[in-house]
């Protein structure tokens, strides 16, 4: 028989090790093995950290035995008062190159104590343990490196090479079992056909595919390792790049329904609008029109910071659609911020939002909003204005493009805010009109541009740099939380700001009242919650002033009614978790304390601090912490202390985020087929695969010359669509 990357584990490996690698870890066929890639190599007198193993982890660490030795225990006296079995301990000590130990114990294992002998090196993997103030490992396996001694045959299992492949693995499946079976099926696959074409394995001197499979798992040096990944990492960079052009190619011939420029509806609101345009907005405005007037769906992304003014520019693009007869839907990620959207655009617009009302101007629209708290005859009346084309902007949360909304004309979908609305709910969205709606995607988080090339790989991306004139600054400062002095301080800044009439936000990083959202991960106390906060805050410092509460856990009634309450100054302080990050808009809001702000990214408290200075008052953010100076906690505080440069701080942030974090971004359907590639130090491979990508679609859009290629970019859109059917 011959074997190939499709052929079953069972056929390869045997029936044992194939049920384990498929419970353990989800592996079924050779290349779903061979595709299991080592998360790192292991080296015989590696920096291994004792000193810094935590107990209660499984840990796999690189050691040298130093001592073992084996004694009997004193028999254990049984009820009977008899005497238990005899027992016998081994106890090896083992060393890291820096000279810390770590005990290892064996019961009744004695032979243990002439396996291990002083001088071996090797892996040994466990829980750590802690038994009389010393770190421990209770027998643990392991596996020794060969050994130094050529005529050493005391040899539980031998590496034939330096380095050793370390794999994810389960307690049921240590990483050299799987390793094993990783060799054996290595020395039994036929060379797999390289899926690389040929010209971009020459110009980028990558190895061939079989070569790397190898190398990858049974690395002969830390060149050839290098060398396999970075061939490796090409192939999943270029089928991801071939996908997204692809993707981008297909969607750009397909027919849009064509919305000339201007319109009876856009021209009075631009009119009557009360300020100037920035160049940025003139100039994304100008791109969008374009777009929006041609015969293909426009698919773009737009960038800015907070507070640019990324909302009117989608709201103009609406009415350049609504003009023409098309209807908008705007989705919001959250029902507060639906809401929100639907009161400031029906307060922009005017008298134009009073569409089939008695004395509005002939070409006025509606807007409606979409809620899932709507009474069961408010909704029918709204689906019925959406229905019959009356209602020319729908807003509400991206439930409203599942739910059976019927549109009459759908023209243009805005998204906003929403970092995970990817190529998955696209998708969806294309599916759901004949002629595919203009789609743009706003964000105010700034993304680097590999992210972008990425996940947003299948848009055009604008960006608008500038805020409006006259916004006011915003002044950060970070309070250590346990000074009396400056906590009574900022608290009686924010009194100051509701006296003089303003008002201010609480946020605190928990909803509290529930011990399950306790993150108990660590050590530390839990963080701070709104629900007990906005307690102490109304019998303490801020004893008198109206208090609100708004978190995830609200209903949607309540939390749309503590918006409108905040809006129209009848609360001074909204106690509030996250739920206000994104697009929360109060101009008369000039003060926010964040509690226990080194629990938020770099970038979210950037977002935070956005809801202040939006009116004509100078802002306030005041970033309270027990993080001590020099801390790195401590030190992204005053780095967003330090700037108002919401893209520096996205870069910083990601600096400091783990691969994982970066990837959450990425939809699930593509994260499977992105293993070795970092979206955040590959830069170079990913935009030099994007080139080649985009010429090789450009010659051959369906890639016939290229199948193994073809096969894979195929995969990855299968996966996708398996994706979301789960839902
Ligand atoms: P974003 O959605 O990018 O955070 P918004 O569109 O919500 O920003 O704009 C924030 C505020 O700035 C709104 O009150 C909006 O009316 C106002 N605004 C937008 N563009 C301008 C402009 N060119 N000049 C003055 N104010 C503007
Ligand atoms: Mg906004």
Not at 172 to 182: F, I
Not at 187 to 209: E, F, G, N, T, W
Not at 336 to 345: K, N, P, T
Not at 389 to 414: M, Q, R, S
Request: glycine fraction near 10%; aromatic fraction near 4%; charged fraction near 25%.
């Amino acid at each position: 028989m011959t074997v190939d990357l499709g052929t079953r584990l069972r056929d390869v490996v045997g029936k044992a090790a194939a049920a384990a690698l498929d419970k353990g870890l989800g592996l079924e066929t050779v290349g779903d093995l061979l595709g299991h890639y080592p998360f790192r190599y292991a080296q015989r007198g590696e920096q291994t950290d004792l000193g810094s193993l935590q107990i209660g982890d499984e840990v796999t660490v690189v050691a040298q035995v130093r001592a073992s030795t084996t004694r009997e225990l004193p028999r254990k006296r049984l009820k009977g008062g008899k005497l238990g079995p005899k027992r016998r301990l081994t106890e090896v000590v083992v060393a890291d190159e820096s000279g810390r130990t770590l005990t290892l114990t064996y019961f009744n294992q004695p032979w243990q104590d002439k396996t291990l002998s002083p001088g071996r090196w090797g892996l040994f993997a466990g829980k750590v343990g802690q038994f009389r103030g010393r770190l421990q490992l209770t027998s643990p396996q392991y596996q020794l490196f060969e050994s130094e001694d050529p005529e050493s045959t005391d040899v539980v299992e031998e590496f034939a090479g330096a380095l050793v492949p370390v794999y994810p693995a389960t307690a049921e499946l240590p990483t050299w079992k799987v390793g094993k079976c990783v060799q054996n099926a290595l020395k039994v696959v036929a060379d797999p056909p390289d899926p690389l074409p040929a010209a971009i394995r020459s110009r980028q001197k990558l190895m061939a595919y079989a070569a790397a499979l190898h190398q990858i798992h049974r690395p002969e040096s830390f060149e050839s390792l290098g060398a396999a990944k970075k061939r490796l990492k090409w192939q999943e960079a270029l089928v991801m790049q071939a996908a997204l052009v692809r993707r981008k190619v297909e969607a750009a011939v397909e027919p849009a329904t064509p919305r000339p420029r201007g319109g009876a509806v856009l021209e009075a609101f631009d009119a009557a609008l009360p300020f100037e345009l920035t160049a940025g907005q003139r100039l994304v405005g100008e791109e969008i029109a374009a777009e929006l007037a041609g015969e293909h769906p426009m698919h773009r992304l737009l960038q800015g910071d907070v507070g640019s003014g990324k909302t009117l520019v989608a709201l103009r693009a609406m009415l350049q659609v609504v003009a023409h007869g098309g209807q908008a839907a705007l989705l919001a990620p959250t029902e507060v911020l639906a809401g929100q959207h639907h009161r400031s655009i029906v307060e922009m617009l005017g008298d134009l939002a009073r569409g089939g009302e008695l004395g509005s101007p002939p070409e006025a629209t509606r807007v409606v909003l979409l809620t899932g708290s709507a009474t069961a005859a408010q909704r029918r009346a709204t689906l019925e204005a959406v229905g019959s084309g009356e209602a020319g902007i729908v807003i509400g949360t991206h439930a409203l493009l599942y739910e059976g909304v019927d549109f009459a004309d759908l023209g243009l979908v805005v998204v906003d805010e929403q970092h995970r609305f990817g190529v998955e709910q696209r998708d969806v969205l294309r599916a759901k009109a004949e002629r595919p709606p203009h789609t743009l995607v706003m964000t105010a988080t700034p993304i680097p541009r590999t992210v972008a090339m990425t996940v947003y790989g299948d848009l055009e991306t604008s960006r608008l740099t500038e805020l409006p004139a006259g916004r006011s600054p915003i002044a950060t400062h970070v309070v250590p939380y346990t000074d009396q002095r400056w906590m009574s301080r900022a608290w009686a800044r924010v009194r100051e700001e509701v006296a003089s009439g303003r008002q201010a936000y609480v946020v605190c990083p928990r909803v509290g009242g529930d011990e399950a959202d306790d993150k108990g991960d660590d050590d530390r106390r839990p963080p701070l919650a709104v629900t007990e906060m906005i307690e102490a805050l109304r019998g303490g410092r801020l004893y008198g002033l109206r208090l609100g509460l708004l978190h995830g856990r609200l209903d949607a009634d309540e939390k749309d009614r503590v918006m409108r309450a905040y809006a129209a100054g009848d609360i001074d302080v909204l106690v509030a978790t996250t739920v206000i990050e994104v697009g929360v808009n109060v101009p008369n809001a000039t003060a926010m304390v964040i509690l226990d702000a080194e629990r938020f990214g770099m970038s979210q408290l950037h977002q935070l601090r956005g809801r202040v200075g939006r009116g004509h008052h100078p802002g306030l953010c005041l970033l309270v912490s027990e993080a001590a100076e020099g801390t790195r906690s401590r030190d992204r505080l005053d780095a967003v202390a330090s700037t108002t440069d919401g893209f520096a701080l996205a870069e910083l942030d990601l600096e400091q985020r783990r691969e994982g974090d970066v990837l959450g971004a990425v939809q699930s359907g593509t994260k499977s087929h992105v293993k070795l590639l970092s979206l955040l130090r590959d830069v170079d491979i990913i935009e030099a695969a994007r080139r080649d990508a985009v010429d090789l679609v450009a010659a051959d859009p369906r890639m016939r010359s290229e199948p193994g290629l073809a096969a894979l970019v195929e995969d990855l859109a299968a996966d996708r669509g398996e994706y979301l059917e789960k839902g």
